[in-house]
């Protein structure tokens, strides 16, 4: 008997059923919350058939319309057991197309085609992440080593996969687990006291939504963070003694001058902020201390995939690091498929009695 491959799991099977292997025909029994067919029935798959379709209303169908059918009507089991929204404008085509299997239409109309096997991998793929969230809201980030971190990391990294952009539902299907993803990061579960890392990434995040409005950050505990950096410090220290030291003025507010630009050690800053952009104006008081006033002004996005060593130094954790690297790459597949939206950041930040020590 020819090699054929279920239209389900795709394995190959040479028994006499054209859609399913057996294995694959009784669990779809159970699926679908029918009771096992009796012995005397020869073609199990036909009868599954046929119970669809009188579960649909519709009967005296031809072979193949009921074959059909079927397909549909599984297809529609596993989307909606997927239960995300986004899928809802698939789910009505392939309702629709099950209205329109009628026993005297001389042709089957279908609004949407799907393949049985892609919507039962991403079904798959689903309850495999849905396992994961489960687990990463049952861990307390603040103490697991690096290696259980690493490990959860990489085993979310199948939704990020850019390949699946080619096909319309899985397209749907991963925009929404990445989407899920991103808002379990926010609440605290991979960045955990980065307050404002988790305030960029909220304001970013659309679900099939519109573009975000610049942001301008004015919280007090931020500026409080960057003000008591010893980045911060460093950098102001260091344009004093280089431009200041004959004259008490400094002010640049040029993109090119590297001098101007801050690079954090603080895992919330750093993820936040990393490297950017910044003008300054430094200006010295009666009292030899120093006004300063800082903008911090940068594009909130991800564009392009770095190695962990571009995040590692030598006072920082290798755990942040490898949360920084591998969450900015995925940042950079979201974006891709629009989950992560880029817009304007801008701190602005002044130290009046600025003291060098």
């Known amino acids: 008997m020819e090699e054929k ?17 057996r294995g694959c025909l009784d669990n779809l029994y159970e699926l679908l919350g029918f009771a096992k067919s009796p012995r005397i029935i020869w073609n199990k798959e036909l009868y599954l058939c046929t119970r669809i379709a009188w579960k649909n209303h519709k009967f005296f169908l031809s072979k193949k319309k009921k074959y059909v059918l079927a397909q549909k009507y599984i297809a529609l089991t596993y989307l909606n057991m997927m239960n995300y929204e986004a899928l809802n404008d698939v789910k009505e085509k392939v309702s629709n197309d099950i209205k329109n299997i009628k026993t005297f239409s001389k042709n089957i109309v279908e609004t949407i085609s799907v393949s049985l096997n892609e919507i039962y991998k991403l079904f798959n793929y689903t309850q495999k992440f849905n396992e994961l969230l489960k687990e990463a809201k049952k861990t307390n980030w603040e103490e697991v080593d690096k290696d259980v971190a690493e490990n959860f990391i990489k085993s979310m990294s199948f939704i990020f996969d850019l390949t699946k952009k080619n096909s319309p539902i899985a397209y749907t299907v991963f925009y929404a687990m ?51 950096s010893e980045e911060f410090d460093n950098k102001i220290k260091e344009l004093i003694k280089k431009y200041c030291s004959e004259k008490d003025k400094f002010k640049d507010n040029s993109e090119n001058n590297e001098d101007c630009i801050i690079e954090f050690n603080n895992k919330d800053l750093l993820f936040a902020i990393h490297g950017s952009p910044t003008s300054i104006e430094i200006e010295k008081n009666l009292d030899n201390t120093w006004k300063v006033n800082m903008v911090i002004e940068d594009t909130y996005d991800f564009t392009d995939f770095k190695d962990l060593k571009e995040y590692v130094t030598s006072n920082k954790s290798l755990l942040i690091s490898i949360f920084s690297s591998i969450l900015n790459n995925f940042g950079v597949v979201s974006s891709k498929y629009g989950v992560i939206k880029s817009y304007k950041v801008t701190i602005k930040v002044q130290k009046n009695n600025f003291v060098i020590k």
Not at 5 to 21: D, H, T, V
Not at 199 to 221: A, R, Y
Request: net charge neutral.
């Open 5 to 21: 491959r279920c239209l389900l799991c795709n394995r190959p099977y040479n028994y006499k059923y054209e859609m399913f292997g």
């Open 178 to 228: 990445q989407y899920t993803f991103w808002q379990v990061v926010v609440v605290g579960g991979l960045l955990a006291n980065m307050k404002l890392s988790a305030k960029l990434l909220s304001h970013s995040l659309s679900l099939f939504g519109k573009q975000p409005q610049d942001l301008l950050i004015n919280d007090k505990e931020v500026i409080e963070d960057i003000l008591e």
